[in-house]
């Protein structure tokens, strides 16, 4: 009896509240970065209930051996494969890291929100149709608010946000002169914008979707971050290709695009290549783009030093410290030729996972176009995921580190708005 009342205060939560909190969740990041990676959590919560939620014990037994298929299925799709051939790598590399405790603590996070997410991609699976409709159509409300959010902060220059964290969190309120717009809240906006409006289009109003992109457009665009206008750009060209293009396009860009992250870094990596690299920073006249090639020639020499095995997972934070102050400081004090990280995810695997390690995220990199071509017959899902895949690429080998939680959250939320998007569109009754 008490499992039966449970559920029934549960099934309007599950149907609506939750799937619409799920959609609206970016918005966090527009609050603190740090916030982005109770995603992951959200998801799986919001999975669980929907499944333990289920109309019944029979119904839960009998889905019993279908739900065993599907996770199977999971676990043999070829990405999956990759992901956990790079954990394992991740954590072989402890035994030479650099950074070792270091590394330790982050591939325990990133084993974690790996089968979190992976456990949400699985529970949603196994969601019954039934539910699906109304959970999709919250969800997609939950996209409205917050893209219609950063909408109004980006015309307020950011102001809405400060005021909301002055009024309502304490925070001190900063001058007009140094409100701005959140650099990781647009990057994963530009991510996981894609699924988001194919949702909103199937499940409230094609036009309420178009609409919000094209007053994304402006605001994404007018953000002093070349990445995230870049991304926006590719994403915008790889949705037209893919919706009106072959079908093969994205498994044909996942294998090129492979095929170049597991053979240039080792190939730059020689004194030779690093030396043009080097002339090229000394002509252009872009701090920023000065400062990244410079990262990226020392981490090319880092690589060229150990390419077979790599210094170990999260090696890059400590690399810098360990050459001459001359070398470390290029540009003075306080700008590091490797800050952190190198700022390019397929340099950082290399530099801190070697050859093993690049040829796993190759892999998940060719995996992922592959998974996009063959699955199901519509072109416009095949166009908002080829847009999503294209926006994190490009984000990924300009600017953040391929560890950091906030960012790897972002793939798993991407990939659960994509899961979502699959789901069957309302139908025209």
Same mark, same amino acid.
């Given at each position: 009896?008490?499992?039966?009342? *449970?559920?029934?205060?549960?099934?309007?939560?599950?149907?609506?509240? +939750?799937?619409?909190?799920?959609?609206?969740?970016?918005?966090?990041?527009?609050?603190?970065?740090?916030?982005?990676?109770?995603?992951?959590?959200?998801?799986?919560?919001?999975?669980?209930?929907?499944?333990?939620?289920?109309?019944?014990?029979?119904?839960? #037994?009998?889905?019993?051996? /279908?739900?065993?298929?599907?996770? #199977?299925?999971?676990?043999? =799709?070829?990405?999956?494969?990759?992901?956990?051939?790079?954990?394992?790598?991740?954590?072989?590399? =402890?035994?030479?890291?650099?950074n070792a405790g270091y590394g330790a603590l982050t591939?325990?996070?990133?084993?974690?929100?790996?089968?979190?997410?992976?456990?949400?991609?699985?529970?949603?699976?196994?969601? =019954?149709? #039934?539910?699906? *409709?109304?959970?999709?159509?919250?969800?997609?409300?939950?996209?409205?608010?917050?893209?219609?959010?950063? %909408? &109004?902060?980006?015309?307020?220059?950011?102001?809405?946000?400060?005021?909301?964290?002055?009024?309502?969190?304490?925070?001190?309120?900063?001058?007009?002169?140094?409100?701005?717009?959140?650099?990781?809240? !647009?990057?994963?906006?530009?991510? &996981?914008?894609?699924?988001?409006?194919?949702?909103?289009? #199937?499940?409230?109003?094609?036009?309420?979707?178009?609409?919000?992109? /094209?007053?994304? &457009?402006?605001?994404?665009?007018?953000?002093?971050?070349?990445?995230?206008?870049?991304?926006?750009?590719?994403? +915008?060209?790889?949705?037209?290709?893919?919706?009106?293009?072959?079908?093969?396009?994205?498994?044909?860009?996942?294998?090129?695009?492979?095929?170049?992250?597991?053979?240039?870094?080792?190939?730059?990596? $020689?004194?030779?290549?690093?030396?043009?690299?080097?002339?090229?920073?000394?002509?252009?006249?872009?701090?920023?783009?000065?400062?990244?090639?410079?990262?990226?020639?020392?981490?090319?020499?880092? %690589?060229?030093?150990?390419?077979?095995?790599?210094? $170990?997972?999260?090696? !890059?934070?400590?690399?810098? !410290?360990?050459?001459?102050?001359?070398?470390?400081?290029?540009?003075?004090?306080?700008?590091?030729?490797?800050?952190?990280?190198?700022?390019?995810?397929?340099?950082?695997?290399?530099?801190?996972?070697?050859?093993?390690?690049?040829?796993?995220?190759?892999?998940?990199?060719?995996?992922?176009?592959?998974?996009?071509?063959?699955?199901?017959?519509?072109?416009?899902?095949?166009?908002?995921?080829?847009?999503?895949?294209?926006?994190?690429?490009?984000?990924?080998?300009?600017?953040? $580190?391929?560890?950091?939680?906030?960012?790897?959250?972002? /793939?798993?939320?991407?990939? &659960?708005?994509?899961?979502?998007?699959?789901?069957?569109?309302?139908?025209?009754?």
């Amino acid at each position: 009896m008490a499992l039966t009342e *449970a559920r029934a205060v549960l099934h309007p939560v599950r149907l609506w509240l +939750l799937p619409f909190l799920l959609g609206l969740s970016p918005v966090l990041t527009l609050f603190g970065p740090r916030a982005t990676p109770i995603h992951v959590l959200i998801i799986g919560l919001v999975a669980a209930l929907a499944v333990w939620t289920a109309a019944s014990h029979q119904a839960l #037994r009998d889905e019993a051996a /279908a739900r065993r298929d599907v996770t #199977r299925a999971w676990w043999t =799709e070829p990405a999956f494969v990759a992901v956990g051939g790079l954990l394992v790598t991740a954590w072989l590399s =402890e035994f030479w890291s650099t950074n070792a405790g270091y590394g330790a603590l982050t591939a325990a996070r990133l084993t974690g929100m790996a089968a979190s997410g992976l456990l949400a991609l699985i529970m949603l699976s196994g969601i =019954e149709s #039934r539910v699906r *409709a109304r959970a999709c159509s919250a969800l997609a409300w939950g996209g409205v608010v917050f893209i219609a959010f950063y %909408i &109004v902060n980006a015309a307020t220059d950011g102001a809405l946000v400060f005021q909301i964290r002055h009024y309502l969190m304490g925070y001190p309120l900063p001058s007009p002169e140094q409100w701005r717009l959140p650099t990781r809240g !647009s990057a994963i906006l530009v991510v &996981v914008l894609w699924p988001l409006a194919l949702v909103i289009a #199937r499940r409230i109003d094609w036009r309420l979707a178009c609409a919000l992109v /094209a007053l994304l &457009v402006p605001c994404v665009l007018a953000l002093p971050m070349r990445a995230v206008n870049l991304a926006f750009v590719i994403g +915008l060209v790889c949705w037209i290709i893919a919706r009106w293009g072959h079908r093969q396009i994205p498994a044909i860009a996942g294998i090129v695009l492979a095929a170049a992250l597991f053979v240039l870094p080792p190939a730059l990596s $020689g004194s030779t290549p690093r030396a043009m690299i080097g002339e090229m920073s000394a002509d252009v006249s872009a701090s920023s783009v000065t400062h990244r090639l410079k990262i990226w020639e020392f981490t090319l020499s880092k %690589i060229d030093e150990r390419p077979w095995l790599g210094w $170990g997972l999260a090696a !890059s934070r400590e690399l810098a !410290s360990t050459v001459d102050p001359k070398i470390r400081w290029p540009f003075g004090p306080g700008i590091s030729v490797l800050p952190l990280h190198p700022h390019n995810n397929a340099l950082q695997v290399w530099v801190e996972l070697g050859a093993l390690g690049g040829l796993f995220f190759a892999a998940l990199c060719a995996a992922v176009g592959w998974k996009i071509s063959r699955t199901g017959q519509d072109p416009a899902w095949r166009a908002c995921a080829f847009a999503t895949y294209a926006s994190y690429m490009t984000i990924g080998g300009l600017s953040y $580190g391929v560890a950091q939680s906030w960012w790897v959250a972002t /793939a798993w939320l991407a990939s &659960v708005f994509l899961a979502v998007s699959l789901w069957p569109p309302k139908s025209p009754g």
